[in-house]
Protein backbone atom coordinates (compact mmCIF):
# COMPACT_ATOMS: atom_id res chain seq x y z
CA UNK A 1 0.00 0.00 0.00
CA UNK A 2 1.31 3.52 -1.33
CA UNK A 3 -1.29 5.76 0.50
CA UNK A 4 -3.70 4.95 3.36
CA UNK A 5 -6.63 6.75 1.93
CA UNK A 6 -6.83 8.68 -1.86
CA UNK A 7 -9.56 10.45 -2.49
CA UNK A 8 -10.49 10.86 -6.24
CA UNK A 9 -12.04 14.69 -7.47
CA UNK A 10 -14.14 13.53 -10.77
CA UNK A 11 -14.20 10.47 -11.54
CA UNK A 12 -14.21 9.84 -15.47
CA UNK A 13 -12.02 7.91 -17.91
CA UNK A 14 -8.44 8.95 -15.98
CA UNK A 15 -10.00 8.33 -12.17
CA UNK A 16 -11.91 5.47 -12.90
CA UNK A 17 -8.75 3.70 -14.32
CA UNK A 18 -6.78 4.67 -11.59
CA UNK A 19 -8.79 2.96 -9.11
CA UNK A 20 -9.54 -0.18 -11.44
CA UNK A 21 -5.33 -0.15 -11.41
CA UNK A 22 -4.97 1.17 -7.79
CA UNK A 23 -7.53 -1.56 -6.55
CA UNK A 24 -5.47 -3.89 -8.57
CA UNK A 25 -2.22 -3.14 -7.39
CA UNK A 26 -3.05 -2.98 -3.90
CA UNK A 27 -1.83 0.72 -4.06
CA UNK A 28 -4.50 2.32 -1.86
CA UNK A 29 -6.03 1.27 1.75
CA UNK A 30 -9.59 3.18 1.03
CA UNK A 31 -10.50 4.65 -2.55
CA UNK A 32 -12.73 8.23 -2.08
CA UNK A 33 -14.34 9.41 -4.80
CA UNK A 34 -16.89 12.52 -6.01
CA UNK A 35 -17.79 14.05 -9.24
CA UNK A 36 -19.83 17.07 -10.01
CA UNK A 37 -23.62 15.07 -11.19
CA UNK A 38 -25.68 12.87 -8.73
CA UNK A 39 -25.82 11.18 -12.02
CA UNK A 40 -22.01 9.85 -11.91
CA UNK A 41 -22.00 9.48 -8.25
CA UNK A 42 -24.80 7.10 -8.41
CA UNK A 43 -23.53 5.40 -11.24
CA UNK A 44 -19.76 4.88 -9.23
CA UNK A 45 -21.41 3.46 -6.63
CA UNK A 46 -23.57 1.03 -8.45
CA UNK A 47 -20.21 -0.45 -10.38
CA UNK A 48 -18.14 0.01 -7.16
CA UNK A 49 -15.66 2.12 -8.63
CA UNK A 50 -14.86 3.63 -4.93
CA UNK A 51 -15.28 2.17 -1.55
CA UNK A 52 -16.92 5.73 -0.46
CA UNK A 53 -18.47 7.93 -2.97
CA UNK A 54 -19.18 11.71 -1.16
CA UNK A 55 -21.79 14.63 -2.13
CA UNK A 56 -18.97 17.38 -2.25
CA UNK A 57 -15.10 17.44 -2.63
CA UNK A 58 -14.40 19.12 0.73
CA UNK A 59 -16.43 15.57 2.57
CA UNK A 60 -13.78 13.78 -0.26
CA UNK A 61 -10.63 14.91 0.91
CA UNK A 62 -11.31 14.99 4.72
CA UNK A 63 -8.27 12.49 6.13
CA UNK A 64 -6.85 11.67 2.40
CA UNK A 65 -3.28 11.38 2.35
CA UNK A 66 -3.28 11.64 -1.80
CA UNK A 67 -5.62 13.64 -3.69
CA UNK A 68 -6.37 13.63 -7.28
CA UNK A 69 -8.13 16.49 -9.33
CA UNK A 70 -9.65 14.47 -12.19
CA UNK A 71 -11.77 17.09 -13.50
CA UNK A 72 -11.08 19.06 -16.81
CA UNK A 73 -8.61 21.82 -16.53
CA UNK A 74 -11.04 24.67 -15.91
CA UNK A 75 -12.79 23.46 -13.37
CA UNK A 76 -9.44 22.86 -10.92
CA UNK A 77 -9.37 25.94 -9.58
CA UNK A 78 -12.47 26.30 -8.34
CA UNK A 79 -12.24 22.54 -6.78
CA UNK A 80 -9.10 23.58 -5.53
CA UNK A 81 -10.83 26.06 -3.42
CA UNK A 82 -13.71 24.49 -2.61
CA UNK A 83 -11.17 21.50 -0.81
CA UNK A 84 -8.07 23.44 0.41
CA UNK A 85 -9.43 24.22 3.78
CA UNK A 86 -10.61 20.72 4.58
CA UNK A 87 -6.58 19.03 2.91
CA UNK A 88 -5.31 17.13 6.05
CA UNK A 89 -1.83 18.28 7.02
CA UNK A 90 1.05 16.41 5.07
CA UNK A 91 -1.13 15.36 2.60
CA UNK A 92 -0.01 14.86 -1.02
CA UNK A 93 -2.18 17.23 -4.19
CA UNK A 94 -1.94 16.44 -7.54
CA UNK A 95 -3.73 16.30 -10.79
CA UNK A 96 -4.18 14.62 -14.22
CA UNK A 97 -4.61 17.35 -16.02
CA UNK A 98 -3.63 17.78 -19.74
CA UNK A 99 -1.87 21.60 -19.78
CA UNK A 100 0.16 21.81 -16.82
CA UNK A 101 1.20 25.75 -16.47
CA UNK A 102 -2.48 26.42 -16.08
CA UNK A 103 -3.14 24.19 -13.34
CA UNK A 104 -0.48 25.16 -11.32
CA UNK A 105 -1.22 29.13 -11.26
CA UNK A 106 -5.27 27.45 -11.05
CA UNK A 107 -4.31 25.57 -8.36
CA UNK A 108 -1.40 26.41 -6.49
CA UNK A 109 -2.47 29.73 -5.06
CA UNK A 110 -5.21 27.85 -3.18
CA UNK A 111 -2.92 25.10 -1.57
CA UNK A 112 -2.09 25.50 2.32
CA UNK A 113 0.83 25.06 3.88
CA UNK A 114 1.95 21.60 4.61
CA UNK A 115 -0.03 20.93 1.80
CA UNK A 116 2.62 19.03 -0.92
CA UNK A 117 1.17 19.95 -4.73
CA UNK A 118 2.75 17.99 -7.14
CA UNK A 119 0.99 18.21 -10.37
CA UNK A 120 1.15 15.48 -12.87
CA UNK A 121 -0.11 13.82 -16.22
CA UNK A 122 -0.40 10.44 -17.56
CA UNK A 123 -0.24 10.52 -21.39
CA UNK A 124 -2.64 7.65 -21.47
CA UNK A 125 -6.54 7.97 -22.40
CA UNK A 126 -9.21 7.02 -25.01
CA UNK A 127 -11.62 9.20 -26.47
CA UNK A 128 -14.38 7.60 -23.84
CA UNK A 129 -15.58 9.41 -20.96
CA UNK A 130 -17.48 8.80 -17.85
CA UNK A 131 -17.01 6.28 -14.86
CA UNK A 132 -17.76 3.61 -16.55
CA UNK A 133 -14.91 3.84 -18.99
CA UNK A 134 -12.24 3.37 -17.11
CA UNK A 135 -9.77 -0.10 -16.90
CA UNK A 136 -6.91 -0.66 -14.71
CA UNK A 137 -4.47 -1.45 -17.67
CA UNK A 138 -4.50 2.36 -19.06
CA UNK A 139 -1.60 3.51 -17.84
CA UNK A 140 1.05 0.38 -18.51
CA UNK A 141 3.15 1.05 -20.55
CA UNK A 142 2.65 5.02 -21.02
CA UNK A 143 4.80 7.65 -19.25
CA UNK A 144 3.52 10.27 -16.24
CA UNK A 145 4.82 13.26 -16.20
CA UNK A 146 5.24 14.94 -13.40
CA UNK A 147 5.89 18.53 -12.72
CA UNK A 148 7.43 19.49 -9.28
CA UNK A 149 7.86 22.56 -8.31
CA UNK A 150 11.29 23.58 -7.01
CA UNK A 151 10.98 23.29 -3.31
CA UNK A 152 9.41 20.01 -3.74
CA UNK A 153 9.78 17.47 -1.18
CA UNK A 154 12.10 14.69 -2.49
CA UNK A 155 9.95 12.25 -0.21
CA UNK A 156 6.61 13.35 -1.56
CA UNK A 157 7.65 12.97 -5.18
CA UNK A 158 9.18 9.75 -4.79
CA UNK A 159 6.07 8.29 -3.04
CA UNK A 160 3.56 9.60 -6.24
CA UNK A 161 6.03 8.41 -8.72
CA UNK A 162 5.51 4.91 -6.91
CA UNK A 163 2.13 4.87 -6.88
CA UNK A 164 2.22 5.77 -10.96
CA UNK A 165 4.90 2.81 -11.68
CA UNK A 166 2.73 0.81 -9.74
CA UNK A 167 -0.32 1.48 -11.90
CA UNK A 168 2.20 0.13 -14.57
CA UNK A 169 3.52 4.06 -16.06
CA UNK A 170 6.88 5.01 -16.49
CA UNK A 171 7.76 8.37 -14.54
CA UNK A 172 9.74 11.37 -15.82
CA UNK A 173 9.86 14.60 -14.08
CA UNK A 174 9.66 18.22 -16.22
CA UNK A 175 9.05 22.20 -16.24
CA UNK A 176 5.32 22.74 -16.67
CA UNK A 177 6.36 25.18 -20.08
CA UNK A 178 8.39 22.41 -21.64
CA UNK A 179 5.68 20.06 -20.95
CA UNK A 180 3.37 21.79 -22.61
CA UNK A 181 5.22 22.72 -25.67
CA UNK A 182 5.85 18.88 -25.92
CA UNK A 183 2.17 17.97 -25.38
CA UNK A 184 1.09 20.69 -28.36
CA UNK A 185 3.27 18.80 -30.41
CA UNK A 186 2.30 15.51 -29.52
CA UNK A 187 -1.38 15.76 -28.89
CA UNK A 188 -3.28 19.14 -28.62
CA UNK A 189 -2.17 19.77 -32.29
CA UNK A 190 -3.01 16.72 -33.69
CA UNK A 191 -6.16 16.94 -31.83
CA UNK A 192 -7.49 20.19 -33.76
CA UNK A 193 -5.92 18.85 -36.79
CA UNK A 194 -8.32 16.14 -36.41
CA UNK A 195 -11.48 18.03 -35.10
CA UNK A 196 -10.86 20.36 -38.19
CA UNK A 197 -10.45 17.36 -40.62
CA UNK A 198 -13.57 16.00 -40.09
CA UNK A 199 -14.77 19.20 -39.79
CA UNK A 200 -14.03 20.16 -43.41
CA UNK A 201 -15.81 16.46 -44.00
CA UNK A 202 -19.18 17.38 -42.51
CA UNK A 203 -18.85 21.16 -44.63
CA UNK A 204 -18.68 18.88 -47.65
CA UNK A 205 -22.31 17.89 -47.28
CA UNK A 206 -22.91 16.43 -50.82
CA UNK A 207 -20.03 13.67 -49.73
CA UNK A 208 -20.86 13.49 -46.35
CA UNK A 209 -24.06 12.50 -46.64
CA UNK A 210 -23.32 9.32 -47.52
CA UNK A 211 -19.93 8.55 -49.45
CA UNK A 212 -17.86 10.04 -46.14
CA UNK A 213 -19.25 7.67 -43.78
CA UNK A 214 -19.58 4.22 -46.47
CA UNK A 215 -15.99 4.49 -48.02
CA UNK A 216 -14.48 5.80 -44.61
CA UNK A 217 -10.86 4.30 -44.88
CA UNK A 218 -8.34 4.14 -42.45
CA UNK A 219 -7.02 7.48 -42.03
CA UNK A 220 -10.46 9.11 -42.31
CA UNK A 221 -11.43 6.77 -39.50
CA UNK A 222 -9.04 7.57 -37.22
CA UNK A 223 -9.41 11.16 -37.25
CA UNK A 224 -13.19 10.68 -36.58
CA UNK A 225 -12.20 8.40 -33.33
CA UNK A 226 -9.63 11.35 -32.27
CA UNK A 227 -12.30 14.28 -32.99
CA UNK A 228 -14.78 12.03 -30.86
CA UNK A 229 -12.68 13.13 -27.76
CA UNK A 230 -14.84 14.84 -25.06
CA UNK A 231 -15.83 18.40 -26.08
CA UNK A 232 -15.18 19.65 -22.41
CA UNK A 233 -12.17 18.67 -22.04
CA UNK A 234 -10.85 19.48 -25.10
CA UNK A 235 -11.97 22.96 -25.42
CA UNK A 236 -10.08 23.66 -22.20
CA UNK A 237 -7.16 21.98 -23.14
CA UNK A 238 -6.84 24.79 -26.13
CA UNK A 239 -7.85 27.63 -23.73
CA UNK A 240 -5.55 27.27 -21.13
CA UNK A 241 -2.42 25.71 -23.32
CA UNK A 242 -2.69 28.72 -25.79
CA UNK A 243 0.72 29.90 -26.24
CA UNK A 244 2.09 26.43 -27.63
CA UNK A 245 -0.74 25.58 -29.44
CA UNK A 246 -0.50 28.63 -31.47
CA UNK A 247 3.43 28.19 -31.63
CA UNK A 248 2.95 24.70 -33.19
CA UNK A 249 -0.10 25.80 -35.43
CA UNK A 250 2.37 28.11 -36.86
CA UNK A 251 4.44 25.88 -37.93
CA UNK A 252 2.11 23.25 -38.95
CA UNK A 253 0.58 25.88 -41.35
CA UNK A 254 3.62 26.93 -43.05
CA UNK A 255 4.67 23.52 -43.70
CA UNK A 256 1.45 22.78 -44.73
CA UNK A 257 1.92 25.40 -47.55
CA UNK A 258 5.45 23.84 -48.37
CA UNK A 259 3.40 21.02 -49.03
CA UNK A 260 0.66 22.39 -50.99
CA UNK A 261 3.39 23.84 -53.20
CA UNK A 262 5.40 20.76 -54.19
CA UNK A 263 1.83 18.78 -54.94
CA UNK A 264 0.81 22.10 -57.09
CA UNK A 265 3.86 22.41 -58.62
CA UNK A 266 4.73 18.42 -59.22
CA UNK A 267 7.88 18.16 -56.54
CA UNK A 268 7.49 14.62 -56.27
CA UNK A 269 10.72 14.34 -54.67
CA UNK A 270 10.09 16.58 -51.87
CA UNK A 271 7.02 14.63 -50.96
CA UNK A 272 8.45 11.45 -51.35
CA UNK A 273 11.57 12.66 -49.05
CA UNK A 274 9.27 14.60 -46.70
CA UNK A 275 7.33 10.98 -46.27
CA UNK A 276 10.11 8.61 -45.50
CA UNK A 277 11.19 10.91 -42.67
CA UNK A 278 8.09 10.85 -41.00
CA UNK A 279 7.99 6.98 -42.03
CA UNK A 280 11.19 6.39 -39.97
CA UNK A 281 9.18 9.12 -36.96
CA UNK A 282 6.81 6.13 -36.88
CA UNK A 283 8.97 3.58 -36.52
CA UNK A 284 10.92 5.05 -33.52
CA UNK A 285 7.26 5.48 -31.77
CA UNK A 286 6.83 1.28 -32.48
CA UNK A 287 10.22 0.59 -31.62
CA UNK A 288 9.98 2.72 -28.31
CA UNK A 289 6.61 0.55 -27.09
CA UNK A 290 4.29 3.24 -27.77
CA UNK A 291 2.35 1.78 -30.24
CA UNK A 292 1.92 -1.10 -31.87
CA UNK A 293 2.55 -2.01 -36.18
CA UNK A 294 -0.82 -3.96 -35.92
CA UNK A 295 -3.04 -2.08 -38.99
CA UNK A 296 -5.82 0.36 -37.82
CA UNK A 297 -2.89 0.94 -34.97
CA UNK A 298 -4.37 -2.70 -33.30
CA UNK A 299 -7.29 -0.52 -32.42
CA UNK A 300 -9.75 -3.12 -33.99
CA UNK A 301 -10.39 -4.77 -30.74
CA UNK A 302 -11.38 -2.07 -28.91
CA UNK A 303 -8.28 -0.97 -26.74
P1 LIG B 1 -14.15 12.73 -18.09
O1 LIG B 1 -14.22 11.27 -18.36
O2 LIG B 1 -14.92 13.67 -18.95
O3 LIG B 1 -14.57 12.99 -16.55
C1 LIG B 1 -14.49 14.23 -15.96
C2 LIG B 1 -15.01 14.11 -14.54
O4 LIG B 1 -14.88 15.38 -13.91
C3 LIG B 1 -16.47 13.73 -14.44
O5 LIG B 1 -16.64 12.79 -13.41
C4 LIG B 1 -17.14 15.04 -14.09
O6 LIG B 1 -18.31 14.88 -13.30
C5 LIG B 1 -16.10 15.68 -13.23
N1 LIG B 1 -16.26 17.11 -13.12
C6 LIG B 1 -16.39 18.03 -14.12
N2 LIG B 1 -16.49 19.26 -13.60
C7 LIG B 1 -16.44 19.11 -12.24
C8 LIG B 1 -16.52 20.00 -11.17
N3 LIG B 1 -16.66 21.32 -11.36
N4 LIG B 1 -16.45 19.49 -9.89
C9 LIG B 1 -16.31 18.15 -9.69
N5 LIG B 1 -16.24 17.26 -10.69
C10 LIG B 1 -16.30 17.74 -11.95
O7 LIG B 1 -12.67 13.27 -18.09
P2 LIG B 1 -11.26 12.50 -18.18
O8 LIG B 1 -11.04 12.07 -19.57
O9 LIG B 1 -11.15 11.53 -17.07
O10 LIG B 1 -10.29 13.74 -17.92
C11 LIG B 1 -10.04 14.23 -16.63
C12 LIG B 1 -8.75 15.04 -16.66
O11 LIG B 1 -7.70 14.22 -17.15
C13 LIG B 1 -8.80 16.26 -17.57
O12 LIG B 1 -8.17 17.34 -16.91
C14 LIG B 1 -8.00 15.86 -18.78
O13 LIG B 1 -7.33 16.97 -19.36
C15 LIG B 1 -7.02 14.85 -18.21
N6 LIG B 1 -6.57 13.79 -19.13
C16 LIG B 1 -7.44 13.20 -19.99
C17 LIG B 1 -6.98 12.22 -20.87
C18 LIG B 1 -7.91 11.57 -21.86
O14 LIG B 1 -7.47 11.06 -22.89
N7 LIG B 1 -9.20 11.55 -21.62
C19 LIG B 1 -5.64 11.82 -20.83
C20 LIG B 1 -4.79 12.39 -19.87
C21 LIG B 1 -5.26 13.39 -19.03
P3 LIG B 1 -19.74 14.61 -13.98
O15 LIG B 1 -19.63 13.25 -14.61
O16 LIG B 1 -20.61 14.61 -12.81
O17 LIG B 1 -19.95 15.70 -14.96
Redesign the pocket.
Known amino acids: MIYRRVAL???????SSMAHAMRAGGLAGEIVG????A??RATALEIGLCDRVTDS?AEAVEGADLVVL????G?MA??AAEIAPHLAPGATLTD????KRAVVEAVAPHVPQGVRFIPG??????EQ???R?GFATLFHNRWCLLVPPEDADPEAVKRLARLWEGMGSHVETMDPDHHDLVLAVTSHVPHLIAYTMVGVADHLRRVTDSEVIKYSAAGFRDFTRIAA??P??WR??FLTNKEATLEVLGRFTEELFVLQRAIRSGDGEHLHAYFTRTRAIRRGIIEAGQDTPAPDFGRGSGR
Not at 121 to 126: D, E, F, Q, R, V
Open positions: IGLGLIATARSETAATPVAAVVGSVHPLAGTSGPSSDTMDV
